[in-house]
């Protein structure tokens, strides 16, 4: 019996589109930038990552292959189950319509999927204001206690890079953020060569760097929502 665990994350931008607060659930808005993944064999044990890139512009055949290479990466881990935070709102949705339009089966990416945002709600939802039907992902971390790891602008040589850009409102790299102009800059980057003020090397450091501080804290929480069986 299988008892590996894969986690999921998907960078996503909205090239065409910019989503309203409704629209997060249709595909029309969203166009994929990067996969992030994350492998564990067994409970406690260490934990493999990787954030896979689209290696072109935004027509289909750069989506199929990105899809295809994380397929891959996933057929290539014995895993029972698939982690992701709001994936049955986002992640999943969306991963699931990008395979349809290409005709890639993306269902390896989401053998066994749980959900961690349906414990984090039972277990919080009373923290929670009125309007709100989940926590944010790093205040959840911050409630349980779980380590997480911010992405600076500074790092990379980027925080005066991309100061015109007003959706750039923090010194430490958020999903909006991707969504909104770094996800557009490195895909523009690789189809025509426009990075605006960066290089695809930096946007590519600055990007898996926040990718994988979203998938390494998925298997902690996993570990507190879903504490594994004391043997007999």
């Not at 309203?20 to 990067?34: N, P, Q, S």
């Not at 014995?78 to 935070?85: G, K, M, P, Q, V």
């Not at 319509?97 to 269902?107: I, M, Q, S």
């Not at 390896?108 to 926590?135: I, M, Q, S, Y």
Request: glycine share 10%; with cysteine; net charge negative.
């Amino acid at each position: 019996m299988s008892h590996g665990t894969l986690a999921i994350d998907v960078e996503t931008a909205s090239p065409f589109n910019d989503p309203g607060w409704d629209d997060f659930d249709d595909t029309a808005y969203f166009e994929l930038v990067a996969i992030a993944l994350g492998y564990q064999s067994e409970p406690e044990g260490p934990i493999e990552t990787t954030v896979l890139f689209r290696r072109g512009g935004w027509d289909d055949d750069s989506t199929a292959s990105l899809l295809e290479d994380a397929v891959s990466w996933c057929r290539a881990r014995d895993a029972s189950r698939t982690l992701t935070y709001n994936g049955d709102g986002f992640d999943a949705i969306h991963l699931r319509n990008w395979g349809a339009l290409v005709g890639v089966d993306v269902e390896p990416l989401l053998v066994g999927h749980e959900d961690l945002r349906h414990p984090a709600t039972e277990r919080h939802g009373n923290r929670l204001p009125e309007w709100k039907d989940f926590p944010k992902f790093e205040t959840l971390c911050d409630w349980e206690g779980v380590e997480t790891t911010s992405t600076y602008y500074s790092d990379y040589n980027l925080e005066t890079s991309l100061q015109g850009y007003d959706a750039i409102d923090s010194a430490h790299v958020q999903g909006k953020h991707i969504g909104q102009v770094l996800g557009e800059l490195y895909v523009d980057g690789l189809d025509n060569g426009d990075t605006g003020p960066c290089s695809i090397d930096d946007l590519e450091r600055l990007i898996s760097h926040y990718a994988t501080g979203d998938i390494e804290p998925l298997f902690e929480l996993d570990r507190l929502f879903n504490p594994p069986e004391e043997p007999v």
